[in-house]
């Protein structure tokens, strides 16, 4: 019970009158009581410091308030706590805490008193109204107009920030770039600044379609990780096809479909990064499906060259069946002719199932040993990562897209089961592992 009243003492002052409060431990070499040490700091601080710090004289004045002290005895030897609750200005408040610090006896015993802080409890509130200013702010962010004063100067702490111009083709960038260890590409000035509201400073914008050469080179620099955010349009698909040719980017990012980054709210600009994959992944789904589309002009091309040297001898076989047998089409209900063909689900374990609905469209990816457990669940970003660093993996589940990359790399983890968002041209495949889109299992 003595111990838990020496942690707790201390904190039942008022704290709206008090500035700072003095802590100190006491060292007893002896068996002394509460009384004890508190005369012994009255007494042996008395006149050391003249009638106007007299601490009796204070804590009359109200300028100090009660000295609270907690006692624990054992083994013979006397430890505690001093707390004294100031409301004088920092000067005064130190000479007090040196002052306390001469107390070298308690009754016959020899003590030791050290000091172990001086709390600024304004300092303490001062902090509270900021992290609570900080919430307030967040909660508002969507519904407060970005651009106004009040924004930019809480989101960049206080500090007055400007666009600048990088490298020899003047590109709009924002003031940490250089030696920030990320790097954030857009497409407009207007994107960085409305990412510089949010607080980002680490943009550059590419000023078109066409990407200068100061954003290639600035890419190939060693140790900088490349994020590139664009547009959710035709636009933004065109500059990632051109940006994976010439430069080195490693994530992408994207505004949702039918908007810009520059009209993005904070909370969208951070969810869109949040939700970044690799560059990997996203170029597949904006590269046109080449060899499917060949497939399908030579199939309409066969199909229209076939067609006409078989009408003729068509025509004449289905007019004798007609003759001879009715049609189904004639006998047929009408409900069963108009009934679509469904296509076949492909079967797959329930656990796996009920997993792509934990993580369809929240870009997670989770890695599943033989026995169905759980061994990794990451972001699609760190898929590849977290591949490298396990010896093995039976099936991967995750919200993406399915590549020649990551089948290589399941295949040497051993794993004999992909299950994605969707899948890429696929030319080497091993025949022990399936591959499975959520459509095939009709999610």
């Given at each position: 019970?003595?111990?838990?009243t020496?942690?707790?003492?201390?904190?039942d002052?008022?704290?709206?009158?008090a500035?700072?409060?003095?802590?100190?431990?006491?060292?007893?070499d002896?068996?002394?009581?509460?009384?004890?040490?508190?005369?012994?700091?009255?007494g042996?601080?008395?006149?050391?410091l003249?009638?106007?710090l007299?601490?009796?004289?204070?804590?009359?004045t109200?300028?100090?308030?009660r000295?609270?002290?907690?006692?624990?005895?054992?083994?013979?030897?006397?430890?505690?706590e001093?707390?004294?609750?100031?409301?004088?200005?920092?000067?005064?408040?130190?000479?007090l805490?040196?002052?306390?610090?001469?107390?070298?006896?308690?009754?016959?015993?020899?003590?030791?008193?050290?000091?172990e802080?001086?709390?600024?409890?304004?300092?303490a509130?001062?902090?509270?109204?900021?992290?609570?200013?900080?919430?307030?702010?967040?909660?508002?962010?969507?519904?407060?107009?970005?651009?106004?004063?009040?924004?930019?100067?809480?989101?960049?702490?206080?500090?007055?920030?400007a666009?600048?111009?990088?490298?020899?083709?003047?590109?709009?960038?924002?003031?940490?770039?250089?030696?920030a260890?990320?790097?954030?590409?857009?497409?407009?000035?207007?994107d960085?600044?409305?990412?510089?509201?949010?607080g980002i400073?680490?943009t550059?914008?590419?000023?078109?379609?066409?990407?200068?050469k100061?954003?290639?080179?600035?890419?190939?620099?060693?140790?900088?990780?490349?994020i590139?955010?664009?547009d959710?349009?035709?636009?933004?698909?065109?500059?990632?096809?051109?940006?994976?040719?010439?430069?080195?980017?490693?994530?992408?990012?994207?505004a949702?479909?039918?908007?810009?980054?520059?009209?993005?709210?904070?909370?969208?600009?951070t969810?869109?990064?949040?939700?970044q994959?690799?560059?990997?992944?996203a170029?597949?789904?904006?590269?046109?499906?080449?060899?499917?589309?060949?497939?399908?002009?030579?199939?309409?091309?066969?199909?229209s060259?076939?067609?006409?040297?078989?009408?003729?001898?068509?025509?004449k076989?289905?007019?004798?069946?007609?003759?001879?047998?009715?049609?189904r089409?004639?006998?047929?209900?009408?409900?069963?002719?108009?009934?679509?063909?469904?296509?076949?689900?492909?079967?797959?374990?329930e656990?796996?199932?009920?997993?792509?609905?934990?993580?369809?469209?929240?870009?997670?990816?989770i890695l599943f040993n033989?026995?169905?457990e759980?061994?990794?669940?990451?972001?699609?970003a760190?898929?590849a990562?977290?591949?490298?660093?396990?010896?093995?993996v039976?099936?991967?589940?995750f919200?993406?897209v399915?590549?020649?990359?990551?089948?290589?790399?399941?295949?040497?983890?051993?794993?004999?089961?992909?299950?994605?968002?969707?899948?890429?041209?696929?030319?080497?495949?091993?025949?022990?592992?399936?591959?499975?889109t959520?459509?095939?299992?009709?999610?």
């Amino acid at each position: 019970m003595a111990q838990e009243t020496c942690i707790k003492i201390g904190t039942d002052f008022d704290q709206s009158t008090a500035k700072y409060v003095i802590r100190a431990r006491i060292e007893i070499d002896g068996v002394v009581d509460k009384p004890d040490v508190v005369g012994a700091v009255f007494g042996q601080t008395e006149g050391l410091l003249g009638e106007d710090l007299d601490l009796r004289e204070l804590q009359r004045t109200g300028r100090i308030g009660r000295i609270q002290i907690a006692i624990r005895t054992q083994g013979g030897n006397s430890t505690g706590e001093i707390v004294i609750p100031v409301s004088l200005n920092k000067t005064v408040t130190a000479i007090l805490a040196a002052a306390l610090e001469t107390v070298d006896r308690v009754g016959p015993c020899t003590a030791k008193v050290i000091l172990e802080k001086v709390e600024d409890i304004r300092g303490a509130k001062r902090r509270k109204v900021v992290s609570r200013a900080i919430s307030i702010l967040k909660g508002w962010e969507e519904d407060i107009a970005p651009g106004t004063d009040e924004i930019t100067t809480a989101v960049t702490k206080g500090r007055k920030v400007a666009i600048t111009k990088y490298g020899p083709d003047g590109l709009p960038a924002g003031p940490e770039l250089i030696n920030a260890p990320e790097i954030i590409i857009v497409e407009g000035r207007a994107d960085v600044i409305n990412l510089m509201k949010c607080g980002i400073l680490n943009t550059i914008a590419v000023e078109g379609t066409h990407i200068p050469k100061t954003i290639v080179d600035l890419t190939k620099q060693r140790g900088k990780k490349v994020i590139a955010f664009l547009d959710g349009d035709r636009g933004g698909d065109l500059i990632l096809r051109e940006l994976m040719q010439v430069a080195n980017v490693n994530y992408i990012a994207r505004a949702p479909e039918g908007k810009e980054v520059e009209e993005l709210t904070g909370h969208e600009v951070t969810k869109a990064l949040q939700t970044q994959i690799p560059a990997e992944q996203a170029l597949e789904l904006v590269q046109p499906k080449k060899s499917s589309i060949k497939k399908r002009r030579s199939s309409q091309r066969d199909t229209s060259i076939k067609g006409s040297s078989r009408t003729s001898s068509r025509s004449k076989r289905e007019t004798k069946r007609k003759d001879e047998f009715p049609s189904r089409r004639e006998t047929a209900p009408t409900d069963t002719l108009r009934k679509p063909i469904k296509k076949d689900v492909v079967s797959v374990d329930e656990e796996y199932i009920k997993k792509v609905g934990e993580i369809k469209e929240a870009f997670k990816a989770i890695l599943f040993n033989s026995e169905k457990e759980v061994i990794v669940e990451c972001g699609v970003a760190e898929l590849a990562k977290k591949l490298d660093d396990i010896d093995t993996v039976s099936t991967i589940v995750f919200d993406g897209v399915i590549t020649q990359r990551l089948v290589d790399s399941a295949v040497k983890k051993n794993a004999g089961l992909i299950i994605g968002a969707a899948v890429a041209d696929i030319e080497h495949k091993s025949n022990d592992l399936q591959i499975v889109t959520f459509d095939d299992l009709g999610l």
